[in-house]
């Protein structure tokens, strides 16, 4: 849950709040939350939070104890095998734990290869657009669990049926995935997944392979999300 941070001062017999800071709350004890402080919304990096500084909140809704959080692994990128490639599982499964975990999920680690760190990302389009140069950004990232999406695809055996001409052919796909769990020490704590079979009809044999890249963007989110919630089980 993201808050804001303002500075009560007088001003021409009057209090007014000025902006100081956009923090993260990271952590709840009982009745009180801990925030991370994330960057700054004055010039000056280094004014305080004080004692009577006023607080904002963006929505009000339940805090999780962050031991709860989730984030995808940073070094360790989807693993994929099986006869089909198919490159969509990792941003799917990301999409699927964001919108329908209970638990917090962060965008601050970068799990694909390839991509560029959010905060890397935030610091670059700050200096682009004009801002200033040496933003002191600090993105709260989960230490307790990170996920590693796992999946594998591959047609049943002797389930490929086609017409005389091969024009049209039925399959079955075999999906088995999911994500492995890692500690803070990047050791493997456990996995959540499942396989399920996908029956494909009219299928174009010479072009297989994308057709059944398009059969599994539909058939995914489904799957995906019951995986999450097998993962929210998981204590």
């Known amino acids: 849950m993201k808050i804001h941070v303002y500075n009560r001062e007088k001003v021409a017999q009057r209090q007014v709040l000025i902006p100081t800071w956009e923090a993260t709350v990271i952590e709840r004890q009982g009745t009180k939350v801990k925030a991370q402080l994330d960057f700054p919304v ?6 305080p939070v004080r004692s009577g500084d006023s607080i904002l909140v963006d929505s009000h809704a339940a805090v999780g104890e962050s031991k709860l959080a989730r984030v995808l692994c940073s070094s360790l990128h989807t693993d994929q095998v099986g006869e089909i490639p198919f490159y969509g599982f990792g941003p799917l499964i990301y999409h699927a734990f ?12 970068s799990g694909f290869k390839g991509q560029t760190s959010l905060e890397t990302s935030i610091i ?4 682009n657009a004009g801002f200033k140069k040496q933003l002191d950004l600090k993105l709260y990232v989960p230490k307790d669990e990170c996920l590693q999406p796992a999946f594998k695809i591959q047609v049943q055996e002797d389930s490929i049926k086609c017409n005389a001409d091969k024009s049209s052919c039925d399959a079955t796909l075999v999906l088995a995935g999911g994500a492995r769990r890692f500690n803070a020490k990047q050791e493997r704590v456990g996995a959540v997944g499942l396989q399920q079979e996908v029956s494909l009809k009219g299928i174009d044999i010479t072009h297989r392979h994308e057709m059944y890249n398009i059969q599994m963007f539909k058939a995914l989110p489904k799957i995906l999300n019951q995986i999450v919630q097998k993962a929210d089980a998981v204590q």
């Open 124 to 127: 670059k389009m700050t200096e």
């Open 98 to 109: 964001t919108s329908q975990s209970k638990r917090p999920f962060y965008a601050t680690g």
């Open 42 to 47: 004055s010039g000056n990096d280094r004014l």
